[in-house]
C-alpha cells in the first residue's frame, strides 16, 4: 500500500486555473473510478470535494473537476480563489477492501 | 446534522496500548461502514481500518494489522479502535470517518483525537 503520488506544492494566482495530479498504478487508481478528493483547511476537519473520479458533492462550487487517465487522477480548481488555500488530498480504493490516500498537495494563492 | 465524536487519545508509552472510541449521531450508523484515518505532526494522512455495516468484514492498513483491531457496536452508535504495540511513530490524530452509503468515499469526519507515543 504506497501512498498514491502526488506534487507538495502547487500554486497559481486569482482567477487562474490549477491542476493536481494524483498517481497510483494498475492495481488502485487505473483498476477502479473509485477515486475521491479531500481539501482539508487548517484547523478543520477534511472535506469530499470529488467521488467516483469525478462527481461533485451537493453543495461543493462547480469550479472544483476532476478526471482521470490510466494509473493518474486528477483535480482542476478553476477561477482560483482566496479560501481554496489548503492542502488537498487524493484516495483511492484498492482492492482487497482497503484504501490509499496521496501525499497530500499544499495549494497557495499567490 | 451528523456527528462522530472521537475519545480515548492522550499519551501512551512504546509498547502500550490504547483503546479509541467515536460515538455516532444523528445518522443510521448500522447502515454506514465506518473507517479510521491518522494523520501523523505534519504528515498526510493515512488510512487505517474499515469496518462494515454487521461486522462481517474488516480490513487494514499494512502499517497497522496485525496489532490495531477495529471493531463497533451498533446498539450503542460506536466504532472503537483498540491499539496495541504502539511505537512512536503510531503518534497522530485519529478520524473517525463514515463512508458514503454509496460506497468508496468518506462524507463525514470526526473532530480527531491525538495519540502521542513517548517515554
Known amino acids: 500500500q504506497s501512498a498514491l503520488t502526488q506534487p507538495a506544492s502547487v500554486s497559481g494566482s486569482p482567477g487562474q486555473s490549477i491542476t493536481i495530479s494524483c498517481t497510483g498504478t494498475?492495481?488502485?487508481?487505473?483498476?477502479?473510478?473509485?477515486v475521491s478528493w479531500y481539501q482539508h483547511l487548517p484547523g478543520q476537519v477534511p472535506k469530499v470535494i470529488i467521488y467516483?473520479?469525478?462527481e461533485r458533492p451537493s453543495g461543493v462550487s462547480t469550479r472544483f473537476s476532476g478526471s482521470k487517465s490510466g494509473n493518474t487522477a486528477s483535480l482542476t480548481i478553476s477561477g482560483l480563489q482566496s479560501e481554496d488555500e489548503s492542502y488537498y488530498y487524493c484516495?483511492?480504493?484498492?482492492?482487497?477492501?482497503?484504501?490509499?490516500f496521496g501525499g497530500g498537495t499544499k495549494v497557495t494563492v499567490l | 446534522e451528523v456527528q462522530l465524536v472521537e475519545s480515548g487519545g492522550g499519551l501512551v508509552q512504546p509498547g502500550g496500548s490504547q483503546r479509541l472510541t467515536c460515538a455516532a449521531s444523528?445518522?443510521?450508523?448500522?447502515?454506514?461502514?465506518m473507517h479510521w484515518v491518522r494523520q501523523a505532526p505534519g504528515k498526510g494522512l493515512v488510512w487505517v481500518a474499515r469496518?462494515?455495516?454487521?461486522?462481517?468484514?474488516?480490513s487494514y492498513g499494512d502499517s497497522v494489522r496485525g496489532r490495531f483491531t477495529i471493531s463497533r457496536d451498533n446498539a450503542k452508535d460506536t466504532v472503537y479502535l483498540q491499539m496495541s504495540s504502539l511505537r512512536a511513530e503510531d503518534t497522530a490524530v485519529y478520524y473517525c470517518?463514515?463512508?458514503?452509503?454509496?460506497?468508496?468515499?468518506?462524507?463525514?469526519w470526526g473532530q480527531g483525537t491525538l495519540v502521542t507515543v513517548s517515554s
Open positions: 470517518v463514515r463512508e458514503n452509503r454509496d460506497g468508496y468515499h468518506f462524507d463525514s
Open positions: 469496518i462494515n455495516s454487521d461486522s462481517s468484514s474488516i
Open positions: 467516483e473520479v469525478s
Open positions: 444523528a445518522f443510521r450508523f448500522s447502515s454506514n461502514w
Open positions: 494498475s492495481s488502485d487508481v487505473g483498476n477502479h473510478n473509485l
Open positions: 484516495c483511492s480504493y484498492v482492492s482487497g477492501a482497503t484504501w490509499v
